[in-house]
């Protein structure tokens, strides 16, 4: 059976910037403080690194399991684990190959990054994604081959395309405290962050900030 | 069913040394030279590519069935594909899970550098492992990454070895239609090349070449 999936606030770890503690530590940390849905992303680990990785926050986050797991690219390594499902950008594997291999409990969710990219998600099966990340809405450092900035205005336009089709939308890209009630309004379900919480002193205090921040949002 | 899988001359792929031409263009070359068994290697091509490319070597494959297709490390491409197994080194998924992932009639191969590595295979349940890759017999550019060679005498320590615990083997690194028959009378069951097949101006004669080395191999 599927289970609900959160995506108010939706990390993305960054193992560097989780750098020196664990990222297991920080995704801790973050869910104390608010975080409600967590993808592990790191592109330079090796598969079996990235194995122990997810592993290693699975178990931080089996005594809040309304927290669902998601893996950026590896479907192997969703197999393996039984991670809610698996993230997927534009060079990663096409969606409707990681759903026919995840099957159709599994959350599938897709980078976009402009009309066409979202023209494109909307063109497969209804079922194959559940989930768009667009992004990014600022230009970011911390995914430096990230496509145009969406900005605020294309990012509603996006957000209002795949609320319509029934998708769930996220926003990433720049997002931080200061900024996330207005990413919220564009009418996303939720926003992503990245540096905001894993480069954070206090990455609990950094997610409560947040949820804090989006608490306040202008319904879209 | 699991098929026979005949590891007298494996080539595995390598996109840059390939080039211009393409990887499937020089697999087929060298299918009709004589290469027995094909590994796609690419640790630089996104899934996305890899998937392609695949699916790309599989259908120059389609007249030869007899000739198995193996993918590297990527276990979510191989079972998206149907290749015939996947071969995994020391930073990959580990065997066993790889081996869970693809069921009992996938190959299942790993590389093997050192006698402690070969331990490590041995000590996984029986059926886990298929064939060991012992590498690398010689240094190569085309792995900068590998360990220590091996030389003909390690290699046939490890060969060895692994006959009587039922392993295939292969040897891979610096392996040449020169060397090839030194190679082999290691008591290996084949022999891998990249470079050799890979950069050679004639794909088909350079696997002819070394299937004639190695038909004139003292038995081991």
């Known amino acids: 059976m599927r289970r609900a999936f959160d995506p108010t606030l939706y990390l993305v ?8 503690r664990s990222v297991p530590a920080v995704v ?37 399991p309304q927290v669902r797991l998601v893996v950026n690219d590896a479907v192997d390594v969703a197999l393996l684990t ?8 534009q060079d990663d594997l096409p969606a409707d190959e990681v759903r026919g291999l995840l099957g159709p409990d599994a959350l599938v969710g897709v980078s976009v990054g402009s009309a066409a990219d979202l023209d494109a998600v909307l063109a497969l099966p209804p079922g194959t994604v559940d989930l768009v990340g667009l992004s990014p809405v600022w230009a970011t450092p911390t995914k430096p081959d ?19 089709a029934g998708l769930t939308s996220v926003a990433i890209g720049g997002v ?21 919480v894993c480069a954070a002193a206090d990455p609990a205090a950094a997610a409560r900030t947040l949820r804090g921040a989006l608490a306040g949002r202008v319904p879209a």
């Open 146 to 164: 990230a496509g145009a900035a969406l900005g605020l205005a294309g990012t509603r336009e996006l957000a209002t395309r795949a609320r319509a």
């Open 28 to 64: 801790a940390a973050a869910v104390a403080g608010g975080v409600t849905a967590v993808q592990v992303r790191d592109k330079t680990a090796s598969r079996r690194d990235l194995l122990a990785l997810t592993r290693a926050v699975q178990e931080v986050l089996a005594p809040t």
């Open 176 to 196: 931080h405290a200061a900024n996330a009630a207005a990413v919220a309004a564009t009418g996303v379900d939720g926003v992503c962050v990245v540096s905001d």
């Open 13 to 20: 770890t960054d193992t560097a910037l989780c750098a020196p």
């Open 82 to 89: 039984g991670a809610d499902g698996v993230h997927v950008g």
